[in-house]
């Protein structure tokens, strides 16, 4: 009865039972390691590939080897406002889907009880409705005829405007992404173990210190893998910030749709998309060790 | 460029008289047609149908070589084809399946195209498209012989820059980009892209929208300026550039889909768009104040065209549609549905007064020599800059 | 101290209930009203746009956005609209099918991944997250070359003929949707307490019964939440779709953005209110059956659905 070693049942020792433990662990990532390979591995390849070619004469991509598109991106820097508009739209947007989204995962994951799976049903049906249609209506939620004019009218002032707004647009966003971060976290919460809370506060601990020390350290997990999964595609978005923002922000995902759409220059695109995404993958690291920093961890498997 | 030739087109329509009791007469022969020919047809479930029933419509339809195929996979704008019209060649041709995907704007078919797509047979892009998609291979070269209706289509479209030899399209129906505004608050006609432009600057700061388009929004400075819309001259792009960056900052937005719900609530009075939404605005007790014009210095006329695809799955329900499409009557039925100009003088004999009559849907005469089509320009780098950076300053 | 609702609660670990402590801690009583009045606001603001929706959809006008008067009239329209059929039914045919799959592979390589040498994990999460990094168009795009490309070759070589259709797009959505299971259940995983598990293989329980009746009860949370965000991202995705499906395969989004090009009518509302209709009623009757049947099999009080997506403890 060893303890802290990986364990898979009866005749686990020796070389069979090594086997059969890799050959289980290799079953279990084969599908999934298969789709990245042939649907993500391959496609990026072939992106890398074009972004070292040139646009062909009606568009798309004409085979070159060349290091123009590139340069373009380094050279311009100044041209890099749509990114760090961008970069603020996201941020802005994560810190709102956590102010709103944790305090709602913690209540469905500790006050829910029996209704917690009706509560995350509820939370996800209103996005089996057109995401445009769900966007439109809040063109009409906050236009001039209800809330825009509303507010409006309070505040005394007839130039009011929510819609065009960068307020509009954080309103959207986090309307659009708000089950991307409660369902980590609710994820994480869930599992939480109460007596642990309980006895914080049976020993004296105030209400914010429980939170800080003992809530908080458990929902790490859900809180990084939720403000990943907000803050990454909330960096491509560019549909909300044109409907509810009027159009007037410029973000990277309108360059890139500018690029492969409407120039139809497939190169530019795909160098800035492979720029992008290096960025992108060093913010994401550096945000996942500077959050775990400190934390001992050790992937044991409950298998 | 046939502008002469279109004025001269329009100048013989507009003397040409509709009434309804003829529209009337020949959908009602079409109708006898249709229901005669489901009725002979209606045992079998698909493979060979040869011509339709007997039918005295004027529009006789040869039959298509080569039996035609049970299906035809369309690719298309969403709605933009009468679903009635839809109904009757299916009846009259045994076509079983016909199966209408929709596409949202050219660049998306362009780009399926171009990343490998394949399998539908007839689409419907704009004509400044149809110079590339050809040179790229994705059109079939089409073989008139099989398409008799073609002779109905008015020669002013025929031969035209985007298809000198017409075997790659066949003209849809066509319009203009110009000013929509909402006369109550403008209080006059506004009829010229300086107007627009003084509006914009001045009373109506903030009070402007223009359709989300590179191809339409440039039509504007250079007009005023007196260009070729489709310049791509370094000195003219630039001049134009310094009117954009004039108008950026009062704009209210760049919009192609909604542009008419600001209209509606009055948060925008002007609009550099198209006459899409025209007829519902004006139809609506609130917003019939809604004019559009085509502005005095010039502007984008635009054509939709039918295109077979080179790897058409079912070329002969394809030949079969696009010589259907074009008999008068269900073009004039087309126009009725779609709200826009159709390219056939025989079918401009059976549409209704009301929409012959709207400047906005068929241009006036007049205006005819000020429009130019549009040349696909989205490769030129120049253009791209300044759009981009047109649309940085929009608002600020 | 402890409030009521914790008290009322059976917690895990122990036979009863705790007893209930005398003192009232009236700063808790606030965190609860909060806490009831924050989740009842977001709810509210999640639902106003779908009220909106609804209400849009009894409007006279074709213009979507200007009450003009109340009439059923789309509905019917929306019902026999042959384009939109197709389209719903082409909706559910992908995402069904695709939220499985992905659940299935994403929660097995969450499991596996736990087994693998540390570079081999590090690979796969630098590959996870460059699968949420990647912008939709990029990614649309490369992937509709990578089949056309992949059919070419399959055809001249093999003269294997394949088309683009369902089966694209389910295994485009499939990219995204398996990341995304494989995010939530790695983070229901990490730091999951081991000692059941040692605890019943101590008691010679074999490692599928462990598996069945101790570890996957406490990720079944994980792994619904998975499912129902693959389903919804499938549902719901224009971009990839737009470039990989074929002739027949639209889905609903697709119908939906090029009806907006056209304008925004009123019929668009119908079906999304339909939809949400039948959503919504399949919901409660499948509660009021689930609760049905643990009442008479004398299951656990008030479980119904909600048992099947919650923790069982």
Redesign the interface.
């Known amino acids: 009865m060893q303890s802290g070693t990986t364990r898979t049942g009866a005749g686990s020792d020796g070389l069979g039972g090594r086997i059969r433990s890799a050959l289980l662990t290799f079953v279990l990532i084969l599908p999934a390691g298969a789709w990245y390979l042939v649907l993500l591995v391959a496609p990026l390849v072939i992106i890398t590939i074009f972004s070292f070619g040139v646009?062909a004469?009606?568009?798309?991509?004409a085979p070159a080897f060349v290091l123009d598109n590139y340069g373009a991106i380094l050279g311009d820097l100044d041209?890099a406002?749509?990114f760090t508009t961008s970069l603020s739209m996201a941020i802005a947007g994560t810190i709102g889907c956590l102010l709103v989204g944790l305090p709602l995962a913690y209540f469905i994951a500790t006050r829910g009880g029996s209704r917690k799976g009706l509560f995350i049903l509820l939370l996800v049906i209103p996005f089996w409705t057109s995401f445009l249609i769900r966007t439109?209506s809040w063109?009409i939620v906050l236009?001039?005829?209800n809330l825009g004019g509303f507010v409006g009218d309070v505040i005394g002032d007839d130039?009011f405007?929510i819609?065009?707004t960068p307020l509009a647009v954080l309103i959207g966003l986090v309307y659009g992404y708000l089950p991307l971060m409660v369902f980590p976290l609710y994820v994480t919460l869930e599992r939480m173990d109460r007596t642990l809370v309980e006895a914080s506060k049976d020993l004296g601990a105030s209400r914010w210190a429980t939170f800080r020390q003992v809530t908080l350290p458990i929902a790490l997990p859900g809180l990084i893998t939720g403000s990943i999964l907000v803050f990454i595609p909330m960096m491509g978005e560019y549909v909300i910030p044109?409907?509810l923002g009027?159009?007037?922000i410029?973000l990277v995902g309108?360059?890139l749709v500018?690029d492969?759409?409407?120039?139809?220059?497939?190169p530019a695109g795909s160098a800035k998309a492979v720029v992008l995404i290096a960025v992108m993958m060093f913010t994401v690291t550096f945000y996942t060790w500077f959050v775990n920093r400190g934390r001992r961890g050790r992937e044991v498997s409950v298998l | 460029m046939a502008q002469r030739d279109l004025g001269e087109y329009l100048a013989r329509i507009s003397q040409n008289k509709v009434n309804r009791r003829s529209f009337l007469a020949a959908s009602g022969l079409v109708g006898t047609s249709a229901f005669l020919a489901a009725c002979s047809s209606s045992g079998s479930s698909g493979g060979a149908s040869a011509a339709p029933a007997a039918s005295a419509a004027p529009a006789a339809s040869a039959a298509p070589a080569g039996d035609i195929e049970d299906s035809l996979?369309m690719?298309n704008?969403?709605?933009?084809i009468n679903p009635d019209n839809i109904e009757t060649y299916k009846a009259e041709f045994g076509v079983n399946t016909f199966?209408?995907?929709?596409?949202?704007?050219n660049?998306?078919l362009?780009?399926?195209l171009?990343?490998?797509?394949?399998?539908?047979d007839i689409a419907a892009p704009t004509a400044e498209y149809v110079?590339?998609?050809v040179?790229?291979g994705f059109l079939a070269k089409l073989d008139l012989s099989r398409i008799p209706n073609q002779k109905y289509i008015d020669p002013a479209f025929l031969g035209l820059d985007w298809d000198p030899t017409n075997e790659y399209q066949l003209p849809k129906d066509f319009g203009t980009t110009g000013i929509l505004y909402r006369e109550k608050l403008t209080g006059k006609p506004v009829e010229s892209w300086r107007e627009l432009y003084d509006l914009t600057l001045g009373e109506f700061s903030?009070k402007t929208v223009f359709v989300?388009s590179?191809g339409d929004v440039f039509v504007m400075p250079l007009k005023m300026l007196g260009y070729s819309l489709n310049s791509v001259d370094k000195a003219e792009l630039e001049e134009a550039r310094k009117i954009l960056l004039d108008l950026a900052p009062h704009i209210?937005?760049?919009?192609?889909?909604?542009y008419?719900?600001k209209l509606?609530?009055?948060?925008a009075a002007l609009c550099l768009g198209w006459t899409?939404?025209l007829l519902?605005?004006r139809a609506?007790p609130?917003?019939a104040d809604t004019a559009y014009s085509v502005p005095t210095e010039g502007s984008l006329f635009w054509l939709d065209t039918w295109v077979m695809m080179a790897d058409a799955p079912h070329p002969n329900a394809s030949y079969a549609w696009l010589d259907y499409i074009h008999r008068p009557e269900i073009q004039a039925l087309e126009t009725e549905y779609n709200g826009y100009a159709t390219p056939s003088s025989e079918a401009r004999k059976l549409v209704s007064q009301e929409l012959l009559d709207d400047p906005a849907i068929f241009p006036p005469e007049s205006v005819m020599p000020l429009l130019e089509g549009a040349v696909?320009t989205?490769?030129n780098n120049q253009r791209?800059d300044i759009?981009?950076e047109f649309?940085?300053k929009?608002?600020? | 101290m402890t409030s009521p609702a914790i008290a009322a609660e059976p917690v895990a670990g122990t036979a009863t209930a705790r007893p209930r402590r005398p003192r009232v801690d009236r700063g808790s009583i606030v965190v609860e009203a909060w806490l009831r009045i924050q989740a009842g606001l977001v709810y509210a603001f999640l639902y106003l746009p779908i009220v909106i929706v609804v209400l849009f959809s009894f409007n006279a006008?074709?213009?979507a956005?200007?009450w003009?008067g109340f009439s059923l009239h789309w509905y019917p329209e929306a019902l026999s609209n042959s384009?939109v059929q197709n389209a719903l039914a082409n909706s559910f045919i992908v995402a069904i099918p695709n939220a499985v799959l992905a659940t299935l592979f994403g929660t097995m390589a969450a499991l596996g991944l736990q087994r693998v040498p540390r570079q081999v994990r590090i690979g796969f999460d630098v590959l996870t997250y460059i699968s949420i990094i990647v912008p939709e168009i990029v990614i649309a795009?490369a992937t509709?070359?990578l089949?056309?490309?992949g059919?070419?070759f399959l055809d001249e070589t093999f003269g294997f003929k394949l088309?683009?259709g369902h089966a694209t797009i389910i295994a485009a959505h499939m990219l995204f949707n398996t990341s995304l299971v494989l995010l939530l259940v790695r983070a229901r995983l990490t730091g999951m307490d081991r000692t059941l598990v040692d605890a019943s293989a101590d008691l010679f329980a074999t490692p599928w019964r462990t598996f069945r009746q101790i570890t996957f009860p406490q990720l079944l949370p994980a792994i619904m939440a998975g499912f129902l965000l693959a389903f919804t991202f499938s549902f719901d995705d224009f971009v990839i779709t737009?470039?990989t499906?074929?002739?027949?395969s639209?889905t609903l989004p697709?119908?939906i953005?090029?009806?907006?090009?056209?304008?925004?009518s009123p019929e668009t509302n119908a079906i999304a209110t339909i939809m949400l209709m039948f959503t919504l009623a399949m919901l409660f009757v499948g509660q009021f059956l689930l609760l049905r049947n643990s009442r008479r099999t004398q299951g656990r009080s008030g479980g119904g659905m909600a048992s099947m997506v919650a923790e069982q403890r």
Do not use: C
């Open positions: 646009r004469k009606n568009g798309g991509y041209k406002a749509p439109y063109l236009g001039p005829e130039s405007r819609l065009g044109q409907i009027y159009g007037r410029y309108n360059a500018t492969f759409l409407e120039a139809r220059n497939w | 996979f690719y704008w969403s709605e933009y199966q209408y995907d929709i596409f949202s704007n660049e998306e362009i780009a399926k171009q990343g490998g797509a394949s399998g539908y110079p590339g998609m040179e790229e903030g989300d590179m209210l937005s760049l919009d192609s889909d909604t008419q719900v509606s609530s009055e948060e899409g939404p519902e605005l609506n609130d917003t696909d989205s490769g791209l759009w981009a649309k940085q929009i608002g600020s | 006008n074709r213009l956005t200007i003009t384009v795009l509709l070359v089949f056309a490309t059919f070419g088309r683009f737009t470039f499906s074929g002739p027949g639209s697709l119908w953005f090029g009806q907006v090009k056209r304008s925004v």
